[in-house]
């Protein structure tokens, strides 16, 4: 069919930061397969077809309406060949055959399982499959070496893979927002990450914070958890200090925020006044447990980048890699969690808001809660 401006399958925009994206949509059963399909293109190492599958995904998952046949996939940008093997496999059969047989594969369960511990990236995983490990108790063997992350990761495995909810998420932001008004009271702190995409539930819990004062925010993030420390409440964390890197010549994808990652001990509602529930004891017996272990980040920015932190920061991570990728090929601007840059003129661009940023993108502004591509 030749595309025409009356066919709403033609006016599909080629990148994910010019399409709306609910968190639900039509097309979430050929959304999770195609989604299969490309963790399992990352966990055999191919970035490339990955990211094939994660457009084709995101596309669909921008649709306003359930497709009822392959051929209204044929006019949509980035869904090719095996994207619409997989709409025609599962409007025929209900199910997509290579999904299904990727995920029940031993590899896939392995990297699912070890990609699933904290600090385990696809390339510790792989080699780690390659040496032979197949479960976490593999992971004893004295030959396989953990770092400090990929310890506490272990340690608190059970915890970390079960869903942080919504009411978690929000006993996680009083305790992070009475430790820090503590010693700022008048910081901004903001919820980021899914949580603010509308998402009810996630794998960790993001803040990002920040006071027109730098001075404020010197020293802030030791502080806090040094606090939340002596509370019995840090399970681990590790800090990262800001880069101090020239702001644009920074990779895109790389933030030099000062960052804690932290996982913390969330007492359960019911015992938050008890006195028994201080951690540190029997990790084995977690139905004795008065709190679950819970990821958080905690980001300071500058205040002048703070709009640009909470729009790195927001997601989801397909809309940030489409929002730098618009940014460098329709605009020749670098766009980053710290400024967006005119690498011609050699000069960065501020902005005060999230809005003002889509603006000087020449992007209609999308809200928090359609930036689930
Ligand atoms: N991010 C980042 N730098 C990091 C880690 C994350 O800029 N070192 C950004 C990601 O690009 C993403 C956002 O922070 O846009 C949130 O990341 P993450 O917590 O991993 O994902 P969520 O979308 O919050 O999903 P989840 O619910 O699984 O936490
Ligand atoms: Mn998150
Ligand atoms: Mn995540
Ligand atoms: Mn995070």
């Known amino acids: 069919r030749v595309p025409d401006d009356k066919d709403p399958l033609s006016t599909v925009a080629p990148y994910a930061c010019q399409r709306r ?16 399909l490309a963790k399992a293109a990352a966990f055999q190492g191919s970035e490339v077809r990955s990211l094939a599958f994660t457009r084709a995904a995101s596309v669909l998952k921008s649709l306003p309406y359930k497709l009822q046949s392959v051929e209204e996939a044929k006019n949509l940008v980035w869904c090719g060949g095996h994207c619409q093997a997989v709409i025609q496999e599962i409007l025929e059969d209900g199910v997509c055959h290579e999904a299904e047989a990727l995920m029940t594969s031993e590899q896939y369960r392995c990297m699912e399982l070890l990609t699933g511990i904290y600090g385990v990236g696809v390339r510790t995983a792989e080699r780690w499959y390659k040496e032979g490990v197949r479960n976490l108790s593999d992971l004893e063997n004295p030959n396989i070496k953990l770092n400090s992350d990929q310890k506490a990761g272990l340690a608190h495995y059970t915890d970390l893979n079960q869903p942080v909810t919504r009411e978690d998420a929000e006993r996680v932001e009083h305790m992070v927002k009475d430790t ?3 010693f700022v009271p008048d910081l901004k702190i903001t919820m980021t990450g899914g949580f603010l995409r509308g998402k009810q539930q996630g794998h960790d819990v993001d803040f990002l914070i920040t006071h027109p004062d730098e001075e404020a925010l010197s020293g802030l993030l030791k502080k806090a958890v040094d606090w939340i420390n002596r509370q019995g ?3 681990y964390h590790t800090m990262k200090a800001r880069s101090h890197v020239h702001a644009y010549k920074r990779s895109t994808h790389m933030d030099g ?12 509602p019911d015992t938050s006044n008890s006195e028994s529930e201080v951690p540190g004891g029997d990790l084995t017996a977690p139905a ?5 272990a819970v990821r958080v980040d905690l980001v300071v920015a500058p205040y002048n980048e703070y709009p640009f932190a909470l729009l790195g920061w927001t997601g989801s ?3 940030e890699r489409e929002l730098r990728r618009f940014s460098w090929n329709e605009k020749k601007l670098s766009l980053n969690s710290h400024g967006l840059y005119d690498m011609e003129k050699n000069c960065s661009i501020p902005a005060t808001s999230e809005e003002e940023i889509f603006s000087l993108l020449g992007l209609q502004y999308v809200p928090p809660p359609y930036r689930n591509a």
């Open 21 to 36: 994206t609910s968190i639900t949509h039509h097309n979430a059963q050929i959304t999770d397969a195609l989604d299969i």
């Open 180 to 182: 820090l008004y503590r």
């Open 233 to 235: 409440l840090l399970l």
């Open 257 to 268: 925020h000062e960052t804690c990652y932290a996982i913390f001990a969330l007492p359960h």
């Open 288 to 292: 004795a447990r008065a709190w679950r």
């Open 317 to 319: 991570k397909h809309f």
